[in-house]
């Protein structure tokens, strides 16, 4: 038997229950529908800290008798705390009663019942019996305000009516909900019962470590897949120069489809670690993770600004006169690096979105090599790293309950990239690791890897 | 005969029913401006605010819509032929039954005569009392005369229809989504409501199709009789183990040969009792010593048996059946809600529900167009709309009343809540008053629950299947000053829709749908 705490999601049939389940457990199994009667039969789903159930969620059909079960309840108050118990005995065979049986089950478990509204609607009469038949229960029982609209018009009836019936009362959004909202409610939920107070507590810690590691994971999966991409280039080989032009656009194609799959790649990996897995996640139509990652808007929205960019060419001009510097064993002073940080700095800025530079060698037995990328723009890694991030934090927020696109990212000429928010030192991390993976040293790919990951991570969380 | 007696006496055959009902159905789908906007452009207002024959206009707009559209017609006359192709089919089948039924009980292989008994009771006894059962069937009241007709095999068929419908529905409701479920039981009321706005037409064609298998049956039986007689060497004879005479047999024979004997006497029509004794057959002495004039004696009986027990009454009762079909036709009765929504929509723009426009006017809905409020009606038949007590607290009663006397353009004082409790409507109904209408009160902004299906039900269970039940869905009050409002939500009027079809009730209908 399980010794988790329990909760039963009960409510009026299209209250949203079930996208309220969706979010807390984090699973995008739980059937969700805009019609109401979707939920026939009792559904259970584990909230999960790495493979170890936490709590226990249960989805339950909407209240098809309210007032004939209260009338039921008030009837039969002498048969006490066997109440629910008999309630079920005597009504389970009964079609009509099914929904009713089946909300009331969990509480035979002991569960305790999160009771869902949405307060955007005046209350009737069928939501005060509800509310009555869960207060003469006597379980430990909490009020969640799922507003389907910002009308408020009817907040202030349903609190005051929700103090009358409930032990604690909170608003909670299942479309919208972020991590930081669940481990909240979460939280709010120790209040309702004393008694699971530890339980909960160990399992908000279990699930806070959980989402540290996924972050953790996150953040290796965009050193990784971007140092791919940093690397990433087609080549191929002509016995003539005729052909040149045309085989050109072809590896320009090539090229651009390999990133594609380095981005499909990465953003599956990043679903898999969040466990979004059934539903389709779809960007939104003016999202910029929607545009081609050459796209014109992507590069006006995306990487850094023009004093980032200044900052990042320096840092990576740098990177390379010093190693003419260690070459003349120091005797230079440093000095080949700070021309080659002014030359970069210089080159950053007005160096445009090209898609990759195109090398063509001619070889020593005759014929050509044709060679697009890796792109050396010093824009690229940073829009590419956006592109990773944004794509990261959207799927780290988002709310199982969401089985349609809701969140948009904004438009316009303002950079959107977390990148564009770094200081100097944020940007001396990354361009160390775009050195490094440029100049294919192992032992310098990882060391500069491992602080990239630890400025990424603290980006995630 | 009169002109508005002509007019309530508009006919109406199977086959036009059979368009309406498509009519009707391709019109579910559409929206209510549009169709009002096309049916008052049809010119039948003038009949109805006269209170012309229901029958009448609604067989005026029928041959309008089938002249306007076509395809219409081509759906209806599918329909129809469907019917038609149905019933030749039964026919054929019943021909070709009798006709292998008989062949096979006419085996002859020159060692024993074909046994008439046998013959006889299958081909003659048997439909001559059937026959005469039918026949006081019909001589019964008509609620008898159904019940006795189709009573014991509707009431089978309903078990096993109703117990594998439940079923597949427990089986199959664990996989479909709520949506699928919703869709299903809209197909099940669907079914429910053409059942009892058409059961009992149906039953008759039904019966009408029965009896022309029948009588081709017979048909079959007779042809294979004859076949057998003119091609073929046939001996027919008689045997019992009982302690009979041929005597009595002969009396029985006279008897059953009563109807054409003044035709066809004895020694043609039936056998004489020299021929019925000649043709006893004895196992043990064989049939050698029998006479071959007295073996063939019994053919013509029994030819005459089924034309007389077989053939003629299913002839009868065919005509009898569509005699009652046409009843069914006349009987029919279009009060029901689909057939009200359509006489609504035969009106031009001033109806109530411009009112309803108006008195609304501050919502999302109302157009600048709407012409002025006309004064409310105070006379004529009031409005009872039952209202849950418990939602009547949430409303200021007179504010209610005035709402809805603006819905159906009645002065309020024709408005009476009624407020029931503990959802029993057994007391509140009492006794209607001539022509009074009845409404029932609910939420919109709530998905419709068991309790209210079952408060539907108690209602119609308090009233005669007849009256119409209109449900009228409340907004959520408007403004500051929480004013009652009768535009029903957008989010769940979809399913509102859905669960006035779902329950199957032809008399019920959603009085404000919204569009």
Same mark, same amino acid.
């Given at each position: 038997?399980?010794?988790?705490?329990?909760?039963?999601?009960?409510? #009026?049939?299209?209250?949203?229950?079930?996208?309220?389940?969706?979010?807390?457990?984090?699973?995008?199994?739980?059937?969700?529908?805009?019609?109401? @009667?979707?939920?026939?039969?009792?559904?259970?789903?584990?909230?999960?800290?790495?493979?170890?159930?936490?709590?226990?969620?249960?989805?339950?059909?909407?209240?098809?008798?309210?007032?004939?079960?209260? &009338?039921?309840?008030?009837?039969?108050?002498?048969? @006490?705390?066997?109440?629910?118990?008999?309630?079920?005995?005597?009504?389970?065979?009964?079609?009509?009663?099914?929904?009713?049986?089946?909300?009331?089950?969990?509480?035979?478990? @002991?569960?305790?019942?999160?009771?869902?509204?949405?307060?955007?609607?005046?209350?009737?009469?069928?939501?005060?019996?509800?509310?009555?038949?869960?207060?003469?229960?006597?379980?430990?029982?909490?009020?969640?305000?799922?507003?389907?609209?910002?009308?408020?018009?009817?907040?202030?009836?349903?609190?005051?009516?929700?103090?009358?019936?409930?032990?604690?009362?909170?608003?909670?959004?299942?479309?919208?909900?972020? *991590?930081?909202?669940?481990?909240?409610?979460?939280?709010?939920?120790?209040?309702?019962?004393?008694?699971?107070?530890?339980?909960?507590?160990?399992?908000?810690? /279990?699930?806070?470590?959980?989402?540290?590691?996924?972050?953790?994971?996150?953040?290796?999966?965009?050193?990784?897949?971007?140092?791919?991409?940093?690397?990433?280039?087609?080549?191929?080989?002509?016995?003539?120069?005729?052909?040149?032009?045309?085989?050109?656009?072809?590896?320009?194609?090539?090229?651009?489809?390999?990133?594609?799959?380095?981005?499909?790649?990465?953003?599956?990996?990043?679903?898999?670690?969040?466990?979004?897995?059934?539903?389709?996640?779809?960007?939104?139509?003016?999202?910029?993770?929607?545009?081609?990652?050459?796209?014109?808007?992507?590069?006006?929205? /995306?990487?850094?600004?023009?004093?980032?960019?200044?900052?990042?060419?320096?840092?990576?001009?740098?990177?390379?006169?010093?190693?003419?510097?260690?070459?003349?064993?120091?005797?230079?002073?440093?000095?080949?690096?700070?021309?080659?940080?002014?030359?970069?700095?210089?080159?950053?800025?007005?160096? @445009?979105?090209?898609?990759?530079?195109?090398?063509?060698?001619?070889?020593?037995?005759?014929?050509?090599?044709?060679?697009?990328?890796?792109?050396?723009?010093?824009?690229?890694?940073?829009?590419?790293?956006?592109?990773?991030?944004?794509?990261?934090?959207?799927?780290?927020?988002?709310?199982?309950?969401?089985?349609?696109? %809701?969140?948009?990212?904004?438009?316009?000429?303002?950079?959107?990239?977390?990148?564009?928010?770094?200081?100097?030192? =944020?940007?001396?991390?990354?361009?160390?690791?775009?050195?490094?993976?440029?100049?294919?040293?192992?032992?310098?790919?990882?060391?500069?890897?491992?602080?990239?990951?630890?400025?990424?991570?603290?980006?995630?969380? | 005969?009169?002109?508005?007696?002509?007019?309530?006496?508009?006919?109406?055959?199977?086959?036009?029913?059979?368009?309406?009902?498509?009519?009707?159905?391709?019109?579910?789908?559409?929206?209510?401006?549009?169709?009002?906007?096309?049916?008052?452009?049809?010119?039948?207002?003038?009949?109805?605010?006269?209170?012309?024959?229901?029958?009448?206009?609604?067989?005026?707009?029928?041959?309008?819509?089938?002249?306007? *559209?076509?395809?219409? +017609?081509?759906?209806?006359?599918?329909?129809? !032929?469907?019917?038609?192709? &149905?019933?030749?089919?039964?026919?054929?089948?019943?021909?070709?039954?009798?006709?292998?039924?008989?062949?096979?009980?006419?085996?002859?292989?020159? +060692?024993?005569?074909?046994? $008439?008994?046998?013959?006889? %009771?299958?081909?003659?006894?048997?439909?001559?009392?059937?026959?005469?059962?039918?026949?006081?069937?019909?001589?019964?009241?008509?609620?008898?005369?159904?019940?006795?007709?189709?009573?014991?095999?509707?009431?089978?068929?309903?078990?096993?229809?109703?117990?594998?419908?439940?079923?597949?529905?427990?089986?199959?409701?664990?996989?479909?989504?709520?949506?699928?479920?919703?869709?299903?039981?809209? $197909?099940?009321?669907?079914?429910?409501?053409?059942?009892?706005?058409?059961?009992?037409?149906?039953?008759?064609?039904?019966?009408?199709?029965?009896?022309?298998?029948?009588?081709?049956?017979?048909?079959?039986?007779?042809?294979?009789?004859?076949?057998?007689?003119?091609?073929?060497?046939?001996?027919?004879?008689?045997?019992?183990?009982?302690?009979?005479?041929?005597?009595?047999?002969?009396?029985?024979?006279?008897?059953?040969?009563?109807?054409?004997?003044?035709? *066809?006497?004895?020694?043609?029509? *039936?056998?004489?009792?020299?021929?019925?004794?000649?043709?006893?057959?004895?196992?043990?002495?064989?049939?050698?010593?029998?006479? %071959?004039?007295?073996?063939?004696?019994?053919?013509?009986?029994?030819?005459?048996?089924?034309?007389?027990?077989?053939?003629?009454?299913?002839?009868?009762?065919?005509?009898?059946?569509?005699?009652?079909?046409?009843?069914?036709?006349?009987?029919?009765?279009?009060?029901?809600?689909?057939?009200?929504?359509?006489?609504?929509?035969?009106?031009?723009? %001033?109806?109530?529900? $411009?009112?309803?426009?108006?008195?609304?006017?501050?919502?999302?809905?109302?157009?600048?167009?709407?012409?002025?409020?006309?004064?409310? $009606?105070?006379?004529?038949?009031?409005?009872?709309?039952?209202?849950?007590?418990?939602?009547?607290?949430?409303?200021?009663?007179?504010?209610?009343?005035?709402?809805?006397?603006?819905?159906?353009?009645?002065?309020?004082?024709?408005?009476?809540?009624?407020?029931?409790?503990?959802?029993?409507?057994?007391?509140?109904?009492?006794?209607?008053?001539?022509?009074?209408?009845?409404?029932? /009160?609910?939420?919109?902004?709530?998905?419709?629950?068991?309790?209210?299906?079952?408060?539907?039900?108690?209602?119609?269970?308090?009233?005669?299947? #007849?009256?119409?039940?209109?449900?009228?869905?409340?907004?959520?009050? !408007?403004? =500051?000053?929480?004013?009652?409002?009768?535009?029903?939500?957008?989010?769940? /009027?979809?399913?509102?829709?859905?669960?006035?079809?779902?329950?199957?009730?032809?008399?019920?209908?959603?009085?404000?749908?919204?569009?």
């Amino acid at each position: 038997m399980k010794t988790i705490p329990i909760f039963a999601i009960i409510g #009026h049939p299209n209250e949203g229950k079930s996208s309220i389940v969706a979010t807390l457990a984090q699973d995008d199994s739980v059937a969700i529908s805009s019609s109401p @009667g979707e939920t026939v039969q009792l559904q259970r789903f584990d909230l999960k800290a790495g493979h170890e159930a936490v709590i226990e969620f249960i989805d339950t059909p909407g209240f098809q008798n309210p007032q004939t079960t209260l &009338a039921w309840f008030r009837k039969n108050e002498a048969l @006490g705390e066997t109440r629910v118990q008999r309630f079920i005995e005597t009504h389970r065979k009964d079609p009509d009663f099914h929904h009713d049986c089946e909300l009331l089950r969990p509480l035979l478990q @002991g569960a305790g019942l999160l009771y869902v509204v949405d307060a955007s609607r005046p209350m009737t009469p069928v939501d005060v019996a509800e509310m009555e038949i869960l207060r003469l229960t006597a379980c430990p029982r909490m009020a969640l305000i799922n507003p389907k609209s910002g009308e408020t018009r009817f907040l202030e009836s349903w609190k005051t009516a929700f103090r009358q019936h409930f032990n604690s009362v909170r608003t909670f959004n299942a479309q919208t909900a972020r *991590y930081p909202d669940r481990i909240e409610l979460l939280e709010a939920l120790k209040s309702i019962d004393q008694d699971w107070e530890p339980a909960l507590s160990r399992a908000i810690e /279990l699930l806070r470590l959980d989402r540290k590691r996924a972050v953790d994971r996150t953040a290796e999966a965009i050193v990784d897949y971007l140092e791919q991409a940093l690397r990433c280039s087609c080549s191929s080989f002509l016995d003539k120069e005729s052909g040149v032009e045309l085989e050109r656009r072809r590896l320009e194609d090539e090229y651009r489809k390999k990133l594609e799959k380095i981005e499909r790649r990465f953003r599956d990996e990043t679903r898999d670690i969040y466990g979004i897995r059934r539903v389709s996640v779809e960007l939104p139509k003016n999202s910029i993770l929607s545009e081609d990652l050459f796209s014109e808007r992507t590069w006006q929205a /995306l990487g850094l600004n023009q004093k980032q960019l200044a900052i990042a060419g320096a840092l990576l001009g740098a990177g390379i006169g010093a190693g003419a510097d260690i070459a003349a064993a120091g005797i230079t002073f440093g000095v080949f690096a700070s021309i080659g940080a002014a030359l970069g700095a210089g080159s950053a800025l007005w160096k @445009g979105k090209d898609l990759a530079r195109v090398k063509i060698s001619h070889l020593p037995l005759g014929g050509l090599k044709l060679t697009v990328g890796p792109n050396v723009s010093d824009r690229f890694p940073f829009i590419q790293l956006d592109r990773f991030l944004l794509y990261a934090l959207f799927i780290s927020n988002w709310a199982h309950a969401r089985q349609e696109t %809701s969140v948009k990212l904004g438009g316009g000429e303002v950079k959107q990239g977390p990148s564009s928010a770094w200081k100097q030192d =944020e940007l001396k991390r990354v361009t160390r690791f775009v050195r490094a993976v440029r100049k294919g040293n192992g032992e310098e790919i990882e060391a500069a890897g491992r602080e990239l990951r630890q400025l990424l991570a603290g980006v995630l969380s | 005969m009169s002109k508005p007696e002509k007019q309530r006496r508009a006919r109406w055959r199977l086959d036009d029913l059979i368009a309406y009902e498509c009519a009707l159905a391709k019109d579910d789908h559409e929206e209510w401006a549009v169709l009002r906007e096309r049916d008052a452009a049809i010119g039948l207002a003038a009949g109805v605010e006269s209170g012309g024959s229901r029958r009448w206009i609604l067989r005026q707009w029928l041959r309008k819509r089938l002249e306007q *559209y076509s395809s219409l +017609q081509r759906v209806a006359g599918s329909v129809s !032929q469907s019917l038609s192709v &149905a019933g030749q089919l039964l026919a054929g089948a019943g021909f070709l039954v009798g006709l292998g039924a008989a062949t096979a009980a006419l085996a002859y292989n020159g +060692q024993a005569p074909i046994n $008439v008994s046998a013959f006889f %009771s299958v081909f003659i006894l048997l439909q001559a009392l059937l026959a005469v059962v039918l026949l006081l069937v019909f001589f019964m009241p008509r609620r008898w005369r159904e019940f006795f007709a189709f009573g014991p095999l509707f009431r089978f068929l309903r078990w096993i229809l109703e117990g594998a419908f439940n079923r597949i529905q427990a089986m199959v409701g664990r996989i479909l989504t709520g949506e699928q479920r919703q869709e299903a039981a809209e $197909v099940a009321g669907s079914a429910r409501r053409a059942v009892s706005l058409h059961g009992s037409l149906s039953k008759w064609v039904a019966f009408v199709k029965i009896q022309a298998a029948a009588l081709f049956f017979n048909f079959g039986a007779l042809a294979a009789l004859l076949f057998a007689v003119v091609f073929s060497d046939r001996a027919f004879g008689w045997q019992t183990t009982l302690q009979v005479s041929g005597e009595s047999v002969h009396f029985l024979v006279r008897l059953v040969a009563l109807p054409w004997s003044w035709l *066809y006497g004895e020694g043609v029509g *039936y056998p004489d009792l020299s021929q019925v004794q000649g043709s006893r057959i004895v196992l043990k002495e064989g049939i050698q010593t029998l006479q %071959s004039g007295n073996l063939s004696a019994w053919w013509g009986f029994l030819a005459l048996g089924i034309v007389c027990y077989g053939i003629l009454p299913r002839l009868v009762f065919y005509v009898l059946g569509k005699w009652q079909v046409r009843a069914a036709l006349r009987r029919f009765d279009f009060g029901n809600a689909a057939s009200e929504r359509l006489m609504e929509r035969l009106l031009p723009r %001033s109806s109530r529900f $411009v009112a309803e426009e108006v008195a609304q006017g501050s919502g999302p809905g109302a157009t600048e167009d709407s012409p002025p409020d006309q004064p409310l $009606v105070e006379s004529g038949p009031g409005i009872r709309c039952f209202c849950a007590a418990e939602l009547a607290e949430s409303f200021d009663h007179d504010a209610l009343r005035q709402a809805l006397g603006r819905l159906w353009r009645k002065h309020e004082a024709f408005v009476k809540l009624v407020f029931y409790e503990g959802g029993r409507m057994d007391a509140p109904v009492g006794e209607l008053r001539e022509n009074e209408q009845v409404a029932i /009160l609910f939420e919109s902004w709530m998905p419709p629950i068991r309790e209210h299906d079952r408060q539907v039900k108690s209602l119609r269970n308090a009233l005669e299947p #007849h009256v119409l039940i209109k449900l009228v869905l409340l907004g959520i009050p !408007q403004g =500051e000053d929480e004013a009652v409002s009768l535009r029903p939500e957008r989010q769940y /009027l979809k399913t509102w829709k859905s669960f006035v079809r779902s329950i199957g009730d032809p008399y019920l209908m959603l009085e404000n749908p919204g569009e």
